[in-house]
C-alpha cells in the first residue's frame, strides 16, 4: 500500500525511535543458543509504544482497519535502521514452539503454540539508495531454506510511506512456511523501515 504513512509521520517516526535504537536481539532457536544476534541480524531496533501518543495511535487504528483485526491485537511498532552492509538473514516471524522448547518465556508467550504473530504490517519509513529490500525466498512456493544472498523470490524495494502486509499463518491457523523472508544488505544510503506485528489473539503485549 503505496502512501500509507505520510512523509511527516515517517520523519516522526524515525525521530522519536532514534534515542532508543540499539543493535538488535532474536529470539534465539534451542539450536542457536550461545550465539550472538549479529550472526543472523545486523540492524538497530526499538520497540516504541504508541501508548499516550495521538500519531503513533492513528496509525494503529489505520492498521487495524487495513487488516480488518482490532487493535489490541497489535505488538508495538518495532522500529529498524539498518547502514550500509547490515541485513537480517531469512527468518519467520512466528515463534514455532518446536524451535523454543528451552526457552520458557517464549513458549508462555505463545501460549505453547495457542498464539502467535498472525501477519505483519512491514512499514518503509525511509527510500534506500541501493539494496535493502525485503526478499521472500518461497514466493510461489519455491523449495528454498534461506534468501541465498537475494538472488531468488520475491524483492520489495523500500520506498518511503509504503507498507507491506504478509502472513505468517494459514487460515486454519497453522504456521506458514513459505512466510520465509528476509532483509538484503543495504548497499548505499540508509534503511528505516518497522514491524507492526498483529497476533491471532488479542494481547496486551510487554515488550522486555
Ligand atoms: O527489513 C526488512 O526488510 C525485513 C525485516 C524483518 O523481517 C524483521 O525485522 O522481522
Ligand atoms: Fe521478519
Not at 504513512?5 to 529470539?27: F, G, K, N, R, W
Not at 539498518?82 to 514455532?96: G, I, L
Request: aromatic share 12%; glycine share 6%; charged share 30%.
Amino acid at each position: 500500500v503505496e502512501g500509507f504513512l505520510s512523509d511527516d509521520e515517517c520523519t516522526y517516526i524515525q525521530e522519536t525511535a532514534e534515542p532508543h535504537m540499539e543493535y538488535s536481539e532474536v529470539t534465539l532457536m534451542d539450536k542457536d543458543q550461545g550465539r550472538p544476534a549479529s550472526d543472523f541480524r545486523t540492524s538497530q531496533s526499538a520497540f516504541i509504544r504508541a501508548h499516550d501518543d495521538a500519531i503513533l495511535t492513528d496509525i494503529d487504528y489505520r492498521t487495524a482497519s487495513l487488516v480488518r483485526i482490532p487493535r489490541r491485537h497489535q505488538e508495538d511498532v518495532q522500529v529498524l535502521r539498518y547502514d550500509v552492509t547490515e541485513k537480517y538473514d531469512s527468518h519467520a516471524d512466528y515463534f514455532d514452539p518446536a524451535l523454543y522448547t528451552k526457552d520458557k518465556r517464549t513458549l508462555a508467550l505463545i501460549r505453547n503454540g495457542h498464539r502467535n504473530r498472525m501477519a505483519t504490517v512491514f512499514w518503509y519509513l525511509s527510500d534506500v539508495e541501493k539494496g535493502g529490500e525485503t526478499v521472500f525466498p518461497r514466493f510461489n512456493g519455491a523449495q528454498e531454506t534461506s534468501m541465498k544472498d537475494c538472488k531468488t523470490g520475491l524483492k520489495v524495494k523500500p520506498e518511503k510511506g509504503k507498507v507491506i502486509i504478509f502472513y505468517s499463518m494459514t487460515p486454519d491457523g497453522a504456521l506458514d512456511e513459505y512466510s520465509l523472508h528476509g532483509a538484503c544488505p543495504v548497499q548505499k544510503g540508509t534503511k528505516w523501515a518497522a514491524n507492526k506485528w498483529v497476533w491471532n489473539e488479542p494481547m496486551q503485549f510487554v515488550p522486555s
